[in-house]
């Protein structure tokens, strides 16, 4: 079956740690998406690539990086500046950016608890 | 404030019933979506509705869109406790290259 991978499930870290969660897709999307949620929130858009070896800044980049070497994995890495790092990440992959009406297929988020 | 906000933010339904939830927001949309979240899962795309539709149809689902209002509502008919989830509402902005924009979501609880 296509979907998005999203690993760990569950991610603990010391504060001063960077952490790099990762996301894999076969479905053969452009695009690939992180989100943060923090509870009872929505989304927010931290990171977003349209193709290989591309992405844009969202609305919540900073403390964040990220790679897009191969179209199939995009991985968050939250790095030791992100103030209040503890969330729910969730990944999240599309036809492309460009197309008005492409869905967003999600992953089953990680949850990083940063102490 | 968020471009997309549900309103309510809690409901609560006996199994059988309807339920309803609203969505408004600021701007010219390209389209607007409905997903909905089970606890501790991601997203799932329910249903897509373009800014020249006024109601779509999924199911039981039902969503209409009064861009006039800038507002969209998700009708859940027949709701079952399988239902219950969080319902969120995502607008795909004009002004801002095609993103996605979620709003907070409404939380819907169906009582068996």
């Known amino acids: 079956d296509g979907g998005i991978t999203q690993s760990p499930k569950y991610l603990f870290r010391k504060e001063g740690q960077n952490v790099t969660l990762s996301c894999e897709q076969n479905?053969?999307?452009?695009?690939m998406y992180w989100y943060r949620q923090d509870p009872g929130q929505g989304l927010r858009l931290i990171y977003y690539s349209q193709i290989v070896n591309d992405f844009q800044k969202g609305d919540i980049a900073e403390g964040y990086s990220v790679s897009r070497e191969k179209k199939e994995s995009f991985p968050l890495t939250v790095t030791s500046a992100q103030k209040n790092p503890t969330a729910f990440y969730l990944c999240a992959s599309s036809l492309w950016t460009e197309h008005p009406n492409s869905p967003l297929h999600f992953g089953n988020g990680t949850r990083l608890t940063v102490t | 404030s968020q471009q997309g906000e549900e309103d309510p933010q809690a409901l609560s339904i006996q199994e059988g019933e309807n339920a309803t939830m609203n969505c408004s927001y600021k701007t010219s949309i390209n389209n607007l979506q409905w997903y909905r979240q089970n606890s501790g899962r991601g997203l799932v795309h329910l249903i897509l509705?373009?800014?020249?539709?006024r109601e779509k149809h999924s199911g039981r689902l039902r969503v209409t869109l009064d861009t006039s209002k800038k507002s969209s509502s998700l009708l859940i008919t027949a709701s079952r406790a399988a239902d219950t989830a969080s319902y969120f509402c995502a607008t795909d902005l004009k002004a801002a290259g095609n993103k996605l924009t979620f709003g907070g979501g409404t939380r819907v609880l169906v009582k068996p």
């Open positions: 509705i373009r800014s020249n539709e």
């Open positions: 479905l053969n999307h452009d695009a």
